[in-house]
């Protein structure tokens, strides 16, 4: 079954921590930070110290996307925040990229590697070997509530086909739009996890995840 990730882009920033807790006991086990520059992706989000902060109130699996130019510069500000994983934008990573892999692989967390709707998946398959998750979005990064693209299913198959042919064990995760409507084609298309914001956390956070789990059950 598909594992659920709550993206707290969509969670009530005023009291982030209360919204992060009652999904977990609904059942999550898996938040999502997006870090946005203004620059890259529209609005700026969430810096190292929120992760920091809310790492002391649960054990749950903290991904982090670093929506960011220069990624390089800030990437050792989160290293010791408690994230689980980092996840490396491919579009602004550049020669970087394999340097960082490393660097967040040394520090013991794991590495992702997401890509906007317009980047062929292609570009990304030969770093498939060096990560322990790829995340296909499905809007441009930074703002909730945008539609979702079902171009970038096509995508979601190629990563999952390598992944079955090679015999990879990663994490291949759908992000944006997710929600009642579209969670089942980015399930059928191979995803084995959907990061939803919206869907979740605007209104009641029990009922949207009851909701959702019908759907995949």
């Known amino acids: 079954m598909i594992e659920l990730c709550a993206s707290l882009l969509a969670a009530n920033h005023a ?3 209360r919204d992060m807790l009652l999904a977990e006991r609904c059942g999550i086990t898996t938040f999502h930070f997006d870090v946005c520059d203004g620059h890259f992706a529209k609005y700026l989000l969430f810096g190292s110290q929120v992760v920091s902060d809310v790492r ?4 749950a699996y903290f ?3 670093l929506a960011v130019y220069h990624m390089e510069s800030i990437l050792e500000t989160f290293l010791p925040t408690g994230a689980d994983c980092i996840n490396l934008q491919y579009e602004s990573a550049g020669e970087a990229l394999p340097l960082m892999i490393d660097s967040i692989h040394n520090a013991g967390c794991d590495v992702c590697i997401t890509f906007v709707p317009d980047t062929p998946y292609e570009v990304v398959e030969p770093f ?3 990560v322990e998750a790829v995340n296909i979005l499905a809007v441009n990064p930074g703002i909730g509530g945008q539609k979702f693209n079902d171009k970038i299913l096509h995508k979601v198959e190629q990563c999952a086909s390598y992944m079955y042919t090679h015999k990879r ?3 291949l ?6 929600n009642q409507e579209t969670l089942s084609s980015v399930q059928s298309a191979g995803a084995t996890m959907a990061i939803i914001g919206s869907a979740i956390f605007c209104g009641s956070i029990e009922d949207n995840i009851d909701q959702l789990r019908a759907i995949i059950a």
């Open 128 to 130: 498939i070997e060096q």
């Open 56 to 59: 002391l109130l649960t054990q």
């Open 169 to 171: 064990s990663i994490r």
């Open 63 to 65: 991904d982090v996307h």
């Open 173 to 178: 995760s759908v992000d944006g739009g997710v």
């Open 15 to 17: 009291y982030i921590a």
